[in-house]
C-alpha cells in the first residue's frame, strides 16, 4: 500500500472551527455540547510538559459518528490547550485512501488520530475509542448477549462519566512514547 500524502491531508483538512461550524450538520448541538463542557485538567497540562513536539493530530472522522462527537472535541480542547499540538479534522467518507491505511482491524472505525510529527511523519494513532472502552464494545458485541442499543446507551455513560479524561490521558501518552522514539 503507497502511504498517504500526509502534508497534502493535512493541507486539505478542516480547522476544528470549520469543520464544528461548518461541516457538523448532524447533531450539531452535540457536538457543541461537548465543546462547550470540555475542558483539559491541571494534570494533563502538566503531563504534557515532556511530550516533546510540535506534533500535529490528523483526525478522520464524520458528524454521524457517536464516538466522535464525543471524543473529537476533546481532541480539539487538547489542541487548543497544548502549544506544541495542532488538529486538523478530515472527513473519512472523502478521504478513503487515508482511512484505509489506518484501519481498526478491517474496518473503518472512527474517529481516528493520526500523530504526524514536524515533518508529517506519522508516528502513532489513536482511537476509535479509548482502549477500555473499545475493549468492552467489542468483547459485548462478540458475546451477542445484549442489544445494540442497550451498548450504545451504555457507551454514551461511559463518555459522559468520563469527561474525555481517558482520551487525552491515552494522546499524551503516545506523544510521549513518539517523543521517546517509539
Partial sequence: MT???YRGSWD???SWGDYLGREVVKHPELWNGVWQR?????W?????????????LLVISEDWCGDASNTVPVLARLA???????????????????????LTGTARSIPLAVLLDADFRPVGRWGPRPAEL??????EKAEGERAAADIYRDVRQWY??????????????LMRGAAAGG
Wanted: proline share 7%; charged share 35%; no cysteine.
Fill in 12 to 14: 486539505a483538512a478542516f
Fill in 80 to 102: 487548543e490547550a497544548l502549544p506544541g499540538l495542532e488538529m486538523r479534522v478530515v472527513k473519512r467518507d472523502e478521504n478513503l485512501p487515508l482511512m484505509d491505511r489506518w
Fill in 160 to 173: 459522559a462519566r468520563d469527561r474525555g479524561e481517558t482520551t487525552i490521558r491515552e494522546v499524551l501518552a
Fill in 38 to 42: 470540555s475542558r483539559v485538567p491541571q
Fill in 3 to 5: 502511504e498517504p500524502d
Fill in 134 to 139: 473499545q475493549a468492552r464494545v467489542l468483547r
Fill in 44 to 56: 494533563a497540562l502538566d503531563e504534557a510538559v515532556d511530550t516533546g513536539g510540535p506534533w500535529r
